[in-house]
């Protein structure tokens, strides 16, 4: 199984990003998709998350109204657009993947130990 993210780098205050992530060797319409971050010196904390149809999506207070989670099942993609950055946005972002292969319940997860896959991170960074 491999989750690569990509789309990191640098950005002004105020500026936008698009973060992507190709699943491959599971069956991606099986896991609900997260994205989750961690800034230097801090603990990883969760961002967003979507269930497998994408139909359904949560998000961090602190993201809410300037990211969005999208996912496209057929090309095995999770996508995080990043609007209105800021400097306190700076931090690596990973990917992560949660089996639910029952379609019928939706459920929001936000605790990473609870990922069962997990990308190797791209760096956002946020200049004022």
């Known amino acids: 199984v491999q989750l690569q993210a990509s789309g990191g780098g640098q950005a002004q205050d105020g500026g936008s990003l698009r973060l992507s992530c190709v699943v491959s060797g599971l069956t991606f319409y099986d896991y609900n998709m997260a994205w989750f971050r961690q800034a230097p010196g801090k603990e990883r904390e969760f961002v967003a998350d979507?269930?497998?149809?994408?139909?359904?999506?949560y998000y961090a207070d602190a993201v809410k109204g300037r990211f969005t989670i999208s996912r496209v099942n057929p090309v095995n993609t999770l996508y995080l657009r990043m609007n209105n950055l800021k400097p306190g946005d700076t931090a690596v972002y990973y990917c992560?993947?949660?089996?639910?292969?029952?379609?019928?319940?939706?459920?929001?997860?936000?605790?990473?130990?609870?990922?069962?896959?997990w990308g190797q991170g791209t760096e956002v960074t946020v200049s004022s």
């Open positions: 979507i269930n497998w149809s994408g139909s359904s999506t």
């Open positions: 992560a993947a949660k089996y639910s292969a029952d379609h019928t319940i939706v459920r929001h997860i936000t605790k990473d130990a609870e990922y069962d896959y």
